[in-house]
């Protein structure tokens, strides 16, 4: 099983970023796909995820209406769209699958670094 993340960067307050994760070695319509994210210091956090066939999507209060994610299982890749970011988003983001009726995820990919400079 991999996962890998990739889009981070440095960019400016009110720009936009496109986090990519490739996944493989899973039968992706079984897995939800999350976005997770942890900055200095804080705890990591959930941020956005989405169902197995794409069907339902989750977004927490910060990035409601900032961030979108979508996911292609023909080229099993997930995105998350980043708008108006903040100087408060900059984390280490991470991609994650669950198995529908787990609680926690099961696979990991390795971080990639978002900064976002006021």
């Known amino acids: 099983v991999q996962l890998q993340a990739s889009g981070g960067g440095f960019v400016q307050a009110g720009e936009s970023l496109r986090l990519s994760c490739e996944y493989s070695g899973f039968a992706p319509d079984n897995y939800c796909i999350g976005w997770f994210r942890q900055a200095p210091g804080k705890v990591r956090e959930g941020v956005s995820g989405?169902?197995?066939?794409?069907?339902?999507?989750y977004y927490s209060d910060a990035v409601k209406g900032r961030f979108t994610i979508s996911r292609d299982n023909a080229t099993n890749t997930v995105n998350l769209q980043m708008n108006s970011l903040k100087p408060e988003d900059t984390a280490v983001y991470y991609c994650a699958a669950r198995r529908f009726g787990v609680p926690s995820p099961d696979y990991w990919g390795q971080g990639t670094q978002v900064t976002v400079s006021s």
């Open positions: 989405i169902s197995g066939v794409g069907d339902g999507t």
